[in-house]
């Protein structure tokens, strides 16, 4: 299997059948084995009953049913860990991520990255909404200083050796770039054109982006800290102090029950 494409799905009915079928015109048109798994995340606009019957005339479409709205990163995560191709891409339920674009992304893979960002010029996002989305922004240049220059979306092309990395983490806050980026080697950025929305509005407010970026700095940057000055302490009692960050920055008492939210990235 070449690729797998993972969408998280909420309340998208409307767009579903035009997703499928754009993305089965494309990998058909380019010769590419394929499978697209659609994670219903507790929708109650009848995605549900449409994914099902997609997948009833369509053999490629895996299914996945999640018991209640979880988030979409939850969705992500679950549909990543049943992934079986060379590369997973994943894209939004809305048609704003242009199929078109998806050979940008496969070209700068091919030269050597195991993470490619498609990134619009663009996100469409106005007064405090894109206030929220560079305070995330900075986050991410902040705890991945190797990757400072770059940024992170939904849009994105994943090699098979950084996806088998994750693991799954039940409850706990994740966050997909944030867990991709403590394992990848070699990340791109790619531009991007970005389609209207035509069914819809966003989800996302500076609410929860503000919400977001509080759980990525106690998730992936105090407890960082905090995990670093307890290695600290051990080695300086060993081997003496190595200035290393773990490789994991998170512990089996995380945050539970806390809904991963989004602020398009």
Same mark, same amino acid.
């Given at each position: ?9 909420? $309340?998208?009915? &409307? ?14 048109e ?7 798994? =659609?994670v /219903? ?17 369509? /053999? ?5 049913y ?26 939004? /339920? %809305?048609?704003?991520? /242009? ?12 030269m +050597? ?23 995330? +922004? ?10 400072? $220059? ?19 983490? +039940? %409850? ?8 991709? =980026? ?5 990340? &791109? ?18 609410k929860?982006?503000?919400? =977001? ?5 106690? $998730?992936?940057?105090v ?29 089996? %008492? ?7 939210? +989004?602020?398009?990235?």
């Open positions: 299997m070449e690729y797998s494409v993972v969408v998280p799905v909420y $309340n998208s009915k &409307a767009t579903l059948r035009q997703l499928v079928q754009e993305l089965e015109d494309f990998f058909r380019w010769s590419f084995s394929f499978e697209i798994i =659609l /219903d995340d507790g929708s109650t606009d009848g995605s549900a009953e449409e994914i099902r019957m997609l997948a009833a005339r369509k /053999d490629y479409i895996q299914k996945i999640l018991p209640s709205n979880m988030g979409q990163q939850r969705a992500l995560f679950t549909g990543l860990l049943q992934a079986k191709g060379d590369w997973v891409l994943t894209m939004d /339920d %809305d048609l704003q991520h /242009d199929i078109r674009e998806v050979p940008k992304l496969i070209a700068q893979a091919k +050597g990255y195991d993470l490619v960002f498609g990134i619009y010029g663009d996100y469409g996002s106005k007064g405090l909404r894109a206030f929220g989305s560079k305070l995330v +922004g900075q986050f991410f240049r902040w705890r991945y200083p190797s990757f400072s $220059n770059l940024r992170v979306s939904s849009f994105r092309l994943i090699s098979r050796q950084l996806y088998h990395h994750l693991e799954d983490r +039940g %409850d706990r806050f994740s966050y997909l770039s944030a867990e991709l =980026l403590l394992h990848a080697q070699h990340v &791109a950025n790619v531009p991007v054109s970005r389609r209207e929305r035509v069914y819809g509005k966003s989800g996302y407010n500076l929860k982006c503000a919400v =977001l970026y509080t759980q990525l700095w106690y $998730n992936y940057g407890k960082c800290l905090v995990l670093r000055g307890r290695k600290r302490h051990e080695e300086e009692n060993t081997n003496g102090w190595s200035g290393q960050l773990p490789e994991k920055c998170h512990s089996a %008492d995380e945050v539970h029950g806390v809904r991963s939210g +989004g602020c398009g990235l």
